[in-house]
Each structure stands twice: as structure tokens, then as C-alpha cells.
């Protein structure tokens, strides 16, 4: 059928529309993202630092660090906002495979453990007594605040960022399994800090890859937010507790001097996730 002049149809060889462009953000700006987050915690932490206790001024860190840079990408989201960004419940039945992903921990502490006997880090010493300061566990009061930070506020704030902003934009231009990647990878660099050598670095940041890509793929199966931020917060609870128990149940390679996690811890906890993940994928 030949158009009449001035009609609306389009000419031949303009059949179809110009695709749709691609949700924000895309892999270059979702790095950037990642970066002023990475920035803005250990200057924010240094200047609440004075005012207050190691532990509380990291917590105000990652809300007004990472926070604030998840609020600045969030903007940036397409309508609708709250479908895109993951704001909404998943149903209970989900509940179980995400506690079997909670021996995420074993395999990823693990995975540094390797790492540090591979390329050992000059500054271990340092970064153990910096983290028993930020994380205290030797008092109920310091218990208290440490699981509130990194229970609590650290969750929420990465998540939105990661698993809210980033993720959804990388799934919607690369696809579900490469932008689940992407985002866990810089959820891990996210994880490395300024002031620490190549080979902390390194095994701080593939742990914290490792650890993204199970955080991904409970956002991206179930389509809720709320599962990455619960579970994530679980693992963190989880880590604090094995470290405040250390010398009543001492792990070797988790929570106690040793090269490596005991093999039949590692089997059992790849056994769980493997199944958590497994249950995850199936109810999908």
C-alpha cells in the first residue's frame, strides 16, 4: 500500500521505530558510581571519625557515602522506578534456599584464604587490627553497634546501590548473567578501600565478587531488592558472630589461626549453596 502524501506511515526501508535506548546506568557511569562510593566512605569516616567511635562513623560513612551516591543513581532510573529498582516483597517460600546460601561465607573466606597464601599481603597485621577496631564484638554495647552497622545500614545502602541501580540498568543492556557479573565485579572492587596493598586488595576484592554474584542472582530470580538486602545483611551477621566466638567455637580459616577451612566445611557449605541456588532457580 502506498502512503499518501502527508500521512504518517513511514517510507520503505523505515518500517519500524528506532529501538528504545537502553535504561540507565550503562557500564561506564555504573563505574563511576562505584568509584565515588569507594571515595566518599573513607572521607566521610574520617571526618565523623573525631566526633565519634570507629564503628559508628564507618555506619555514617556507608549511608552518607554509599547511600547518597545509590540516591544520585537512583534518579537516574526509568519509570517505573520501584519495579525497576526491585521495591517490592518475594514470597515466603524463598526463605529457605536464601538461608542455604548463608555458607557463602566458608566458601568466600576460603577464596581469601587462598589468595593470601598465593600473593601474602605486607599489610595483614594492619588490616586485622583495623577491622577489630571498625567491627568491635568485645563488649554487648560494641556487639550492639557493630551489628547495626554492618547488619543494618551496610546492607541497605550497597544494595540499593548494587543490586537496586546498577544491576538493573547492566540486565537490561547486557542481560541477566553478564549483568549479574559486571555488578558483582564492582561490588567487589567497591569492597577493596583506599590505604591497602595489591594483594589485600585483591583477595578482599574477589571474595567480595564471589559474594556479589550469590547476592545477584537472589535479586535477580526472586525480582526483590529485599532478598540481596536480607541476605546480605544475614552474611554480615554471620561474620560478626564467627568472629565474636572465635575463641569458644574457633573455625580454622574463618575465625581461628589456619591456612584453610576444614574440607568438610567447605564441601557442606558448596553442598547448601549449591542447593539454595539450585531451589532459587526452580521457583523462578
Keep these: 500500500m502506498t502512503p499518501e502524501p502527508g500521512s504518517c506511515e513511514p517510507e520503505s526501508g ?9 535504561p540507565p546506568p550503562g557500564l561506564i557511569e555504573s ?20 566526633f565519634t567511635t570507629p564503628t559508628a562513623a564507618l555506619g555514617i ?14 534518579s537516574r532510573v526509568l519509570p517505573p522506578q520501584a519495579e525497576r529498582l526491585g521495591l517490592r516483597g518475594f514470597p515466603l517460600r524463598r526463605g529457605l534456599p536464601l538461608l542455604l546460601l548463608l555458607p557463602t561465607l566458608v566458601l568466600t573466606s576460603e577464596v581469601d584464604n587462598l589468595l593470601r597464601e598465593v600473593a601474602p599481603p605486607p599489610d595483614a597485621h594492619e588490616i586485622a587490627e583495623r577491622t577489630r577496631e571498625r567491627v568491635a564484638t568485645g563488649t554487648p554495647l560494641a556487639l550492639t553497634e557493630t551489628l547495626i552497622v554492618v547488619a543494618g545500614l551496610a546492607p541497605i545502602a550497597e544494595e540499593w546501590l548494587f543490586r537496586g541501580v546498577i544491576q538493573q540498568g547492566l540486565v537490561a543492556r547486557h542481560g541477566a548473567v553478564a549483568g549479574v557479573v ?18 589485600a586488595w585483591l583477595a578482599v576484592a574477589t571474595a567480595g565478587f564471589a559474594t556479589g554474584v ?8 526472586t525480582g526483590s531488592l529485599l532478598a540481596p538486602i536480607l541476605l546480605h545483611g544475614a552474611l554480615n551477621a554471620l561474620a560478626t558472630a564467627a568472629l565474636a566466638l572465635g575463641e569458644r567455637f574457633p573455625v580454622a580459616g574463618l575465625n581461628a589461626p589456619g591456612a584453610h577451612v ?7 557449605s558448596a553442598a547448601s549453596v549449591a542447593l539454595g541456588l539450585g ?6
Excluded: M, Y
Design 31 to 50: 563505574a563511576l558510581f562505584t568509584g565515588l562510593a569507594w571515595i566518599s566512605v573513607p572521607l566521610v569516616a574520617s571526618l565523623a571519625l573525631p
Design 14 to 22: 523505515h518500517g519500524s521505530l528506532p529501538p528504545e535506548a537502553p
Design 214 to 221: 550469590v547476592l545477584g542472582v537472589a535479586r535477580a530470580v
Design 61 to 74: 560513612a556507608i549511608t552518607l557515602g554509599v547511600g547518597g551516591v545509590a540516591l544520585l543513581g537512583a
Design 182 to 199: 559486571l555488578t558483582a565485579v564492582l561490588f567487589g572492587v567497591g569492597h577493596g578501600g583506599p590505604g591497602i596493598s595489591a594483594q
Design 279 to 284: 531451589l532459587l532457580r526452580g521457583r523462578s
Design 262 to 268: 576444614p574440607a568438610a566445611w567447605l564441601v557442606a
